[in-house]
C-alpha cells in the first residue's frame, strides 16, 4: 500500500519509549508478553493471516514455503485464532461481538463469498451463479449438493432457497419465532428486501432501491446461512455456548464449544467442496489468550502452530532466535482501535468530542503499544485505500495533525468552551481483552488526557464487552471506553458510514442527526458507480472528521508481526520467501483457510508434539 509510506516515515521518526510516555510509572507485563491475535482485537482468520506493513516487506527469517508447494492433508493446527472468545452469542444474526461470526466462516456458508477480500472480488458459495438483470433484483441459483450436518434437528436434510429465504427476511423483521423484536446487528443490511422462491433453488431478492454495496455485504463475514431448525430451538438461549446450536454446511463441524473451554472443529466429510479442509481438525486454546506468557511458551514448545507477541520486538527476537524453523508474518489488525465517546451522556456538547479528538495521540499510542508498526485511520480505515482518505489530505484534519502544540491548545480551548471542567470526573474504560496483552493502558488514558487539556478530572476503570458495552449500546446508556471495535468486515465502507451516521442507521448510537450526512451516506449507497460512490464517501467523512468523529473516534490500525513455525503453511495472499515476510489479506479471510492452509510432516520442524496431536 504504497500510499502508506508516509505514515511509516513519521511514526518511526517519533517513536517514543513506553517507561517514557507513563511518566516513570512502572511498565509491567508487556515487554515479556505473548499474544495470539485478540478476539474483538486481532482478528486472525485461522492462523493468523498478513498484510505487508506500509511502506514494503521486512526479511522473514528462515521463510521455506513457496507458492508452489503441493498442500498435505492431515494433521491438527492448534493456535489462538479466535483470540478471547468471549463469544456472546450462538445465533449468527444476533451477535454483536465478533467471534461467533469468525467462527461460523469455518462452518457454514454464505450466498457468495470473497475470492479476495482485500479487492472486494465475489465467487460463488451457496450460490453457484448469479444474475443481476437490473440495479434492484439479484437472481441466485443455489447449490443441489449442500447438506446440512446430520443432526437430530436437521436428519442431514439438503440446503434449499427456502433457508434463504429465511436467513434474510428473519434479519428484515428482526423478530423472534414469538413476535418478540430484538436487536439483529446487520438489520439495515436486508430493510425493504423481498425475497421469493420460484423453486427450491432459486432465490429473488428485490431490493427498494439500487444498493451499489450489496454483494460486498452479501459476501462479508458475518453474512454466514445458518440452520433454520436449530436458530429457532435455541432462540431463548442464544448466549449459552453448545456446539448443537451451530450445524455445519461448510469446511469443518464444532466437536466442543463451552463456555471458558477451548473449542474444538474437525473435518466435515460432507463439505460440497471436495478436498477442503486439508486439516483433520483445529483446537483454539482459550485459556492461552488470557496468560500471554504462557502462549510464548506454548508456541516456542509447538503447543501452538503460530504466535504473535504485542511487543514485535519480542516476536522478532524469537524469530532471530530460531532462523532456520520459523518465518515471519505481517498482519493488518482489522480490528480498528477506537475511543467511544457517549454523546447521550457527558459528551452531549460536540465541542467536547472534538476537544477529545485531538487531546488523544494516535501516533504516540502506535509507538507505544505496537513499535511503529501501524497507521492512524480515519472514519475510513487505510485498510479500505479505495475509500479511505488519502494520508496527505487526512494530516491536514484536527486529530491527525503532527503538530501537537496546536492540537493540544485548541482541544483546551474547545474543552473550556464546551463546559469540559464541569464534567467532573471522566472514566475512560478499558475493556479486559485489551488490557490483557496492554496492562498499562489505564495509566497511559489518565496521563494522556489530563495533561493534554490541562485537567486532573481523568481516571481510567476496567470493563467488558459482554457486560458493560454490548447490551448498553441500543439503550445509549454505553460507557466511554477505549479498546479494539469490530472488524473492518469489507473493502466498501458505505454500509457501515450508513449504519454509523445516518440517523436512520441501526448502529446509530450517537443518534447522528445531520441532514447533509444523511443525504450523502443515503446517495453513496445507492450509486453502483465506484468513483462516484468514492468521492461521496470522501464529502461524508469530512463532516464526520470536523466533528470528533461524533464521539466514534477512530484511533489507528496497526500491524502484527507473528511467528510461523515453518510446517504451517498459512492462509496467505503472498507466501514467505527468501527476504520477505508473508503477506496476506487486510480484511478477514477465515473462509479461504480450508483451502488455503496446511501442515507440513516433512519440514524438520514438524515434530513428534505436533505428530501426536488429537481432538
Known sequence: MTRSNYWTRRLTSAQLSRRRF?????????????????????????????????????????????PAQQAVDGGILRSIWLGGSQFDSTDTHRGFRDETYWLSNYVLNKIIRYSNPDTGDVEADLAEKWETPDSQTYTFTIRKDVKWQNTSL?????????????????????????????????????????????DDYTVKLKLPAPNGAFLTRMAAYFATVPNRETVEKYEKTYNTLTEEAMPATGAFTIKKWRANEDVYVQKNPQNFRKGEPHFDGMILPVGLFADPTAARLAFEQKQID????????????????????????????????????????????????????????RRL???????????????????????????????????????????????????TAGGGPALGDVDIRV???????????????????????GVTQFKSTKCTYNDDI????????????????????????????????????????????????DKLTNDAILTSDLTKA??????????????????????????????????????????????????????????????????????????????????
Not at 527476537?317 to 480490528?335: P, R
Not at 492512524?376 to 503538530?403: C, H, M, N
Not at 480484511?587 to 514438524?606: Q, W
Open 431 to 453: 475493556t479486559d481483552t485489551w488490557l490483557g496483552p496492554y496492562p498499562d493502558t489505564n495509566q497511559i488514558m489518565i496521563k494522556m488526557f489530563n495533561e493534554a487539556l
Open 22 to 66: 507513563v511518566g516513570g510509572a512502572a511498565v509491567t507485563g508487556v515487554g515479556a508478553a505473548a499474544l495470539g491475535l485478540v478476539g474483538c482485537g486481532d482478528d486472525d482468520d485461522g492462523e493468523a493471516t498478513a498484510t505487508t506493513a506500509p511502506g514494503g516487506s521486512p526479511t522473514a527469517p528462515g521463510a521455506t514455503a513457496t
Open 154 to 198: 436437521t436428519n442431514g436434510r439438503a440446503l434449499t432457497s427456502k433457508d434463504i429465504k429465511w436467513h434474510i427476511e428473519r434479519q428484515r423483521d428482526a423478530k423472534l419465532v414469538d413476535g418478540t423484536a430484538v436487536p439483529f446487528r446487520f438489520q439495515s443490511d436486508y430493510t425493504g428486501v423481498t425475497v421469493e422462491t420460484p
Open 306 to 361: 503460530a504466535w504473535a507477541s504485542p511487543d514485535a520486538s519480542v516476536t522478532k527476537s524469537i524469530l532471530d532466535a530460531h532462523k532456520d524453523s520459523m518465518y515471519e508474518v505481517l498482519t493488518g489488525v482489522a480490528n480498528t482501535v477506537f475511543l467511544h465517546l457517549n454523546m447521550n451522556n457527558q459528551f452531549k456538547d460536540v465541542r467536547l468530542v472534538r476537544a477529545m479528538n485531538m487531546a488523544v495521540d
Open 470 to 517: 454490548i447490551p448498553n449500546l441500543a439503550n445509549g446508556k454505553f460507557p466511554n471506553w477505549m479498546s479494539w471495535t469490530s472488524q473492518v468486515n469489507s473493502p466498501d465502507p458505505r454500509n457501515d458510514l450508513l449504519n454509523t451516521f445516518n440517523s436512520k442507521g441501526s448502529g446509530n448510537f450517537q443518534k447522528v442527526n445531520n441532514a447533509d450526512l
Open 534 to 615: 468514492r468521492d461521496l464517501t470522501q464529502q461524508a467523512q469530512k463532516i464526520i472528521l470536523d466533528n470528533g468523529h461524533f464521539g466514534n473516534v477512530v484511533l489507528y490500525n496497526y500491524i502484527s508481526r507473528a511467528a510461523y513455525w515453518n510446517y504451517l503453511h498459512g492462509n496467505f495472499k503472498t507466501n514467505p520467501s527468501a527476504g520477505k515476510a508473508a503477506a496476506g489479506y487486510n480484511i478477514f479471510s477465515g473462509h479461504l483457510v480450508a483451502k488455503n492452509s496446511y501442515l507440513d510432516p516433512k519440514d524438520p520442524s514438524y515434530g513428534d508434539t505436533v505428530k501426536n496431536r488429537s481432538l
Open 365 to 415: 499510542m502506535i509507538s507505544t503499544f505496537h513499535q511503529g508498526l501501524g497507521a492512524v485511520s480515519g472514519p475510513v480505515t487505510w485498510l479500505q485505500e479505495g475509500f479511505a482518505v488519502k494520508p496527505e489530505d487526512l494530516i491536514k484534519y484536527p486529530g491527525y495533525r503532527t503538530d501537537r502544540q496546536l492540537e493540544i491548545k485548541e482541544a483546551r480551548e474547545l474543552w
